[in-house]
């Protein structure tokens, strides 16, 4: 699977965007997707993820209320809705899939994105 992450920027405090994760080369469906982000000087930490059938979802705590992960596996995508960002949300955010895995575990992840910045600051 070819991953292509997009949707990063600078944001102010407060306020939102929306990362894609498009996939390529191999039947999407048959995958969990996770987001994960890192900062410079630390590990790649799990945000959320959804498994293969979209039908149930996991969140790191500093994510749950204010994220909310979806796919749509017609259109081979998925997506990070990230609402009320905080400084702290800054960071490189990575899109990863694993065949019908969906956990939190970064190892268990087969592909991954290149990433996609996001800054939160005014």
């Known amino acids: 699977v070819q991953l292509q992450a997009c949707g990063g920027g600078l944001v102010q405090p407060g306020g939102y965007l929306r990362l894609s994760c498009a996939a390529s080369?191999?039947?999407?469906?048959?995958?969990?997707m996770g987001w994960f982000r890192q900062t410079p000087g630390k590990e790649r930490e799990f945000v959320a993820s959804?498994?293969?059938?979209?039908?149930?979802?996991y969140y790191a705590d500093s994510a749950k209320g204010r994220f909310t992960i979806s796919r749509d596996n017609a259109e081979n995508t998925g997506y990070l809705q990230m609402n009320s960002l905080k400084p702290e949300d800054t960071a490189v955010y990575y899109c990863?899939?694993?065949?019908?895995?969906?956990?939190?575990?970064?190892?268990?992840?087969?592909?991954w994105g290149q990433g996609t910045l996001v800054t939160v600051s005014s």
């Open positions: 990863a899939t694993g065949l019908y895995y969906s956990g939190s575990d970064r190892g268990q992840y087969d592909y």
């Open positions: 080369g191999r039947t999407f469906r048959n995958y969990g």
């Open positions: 959804i498994s293969w059938s979209g039908t149930s979802t």
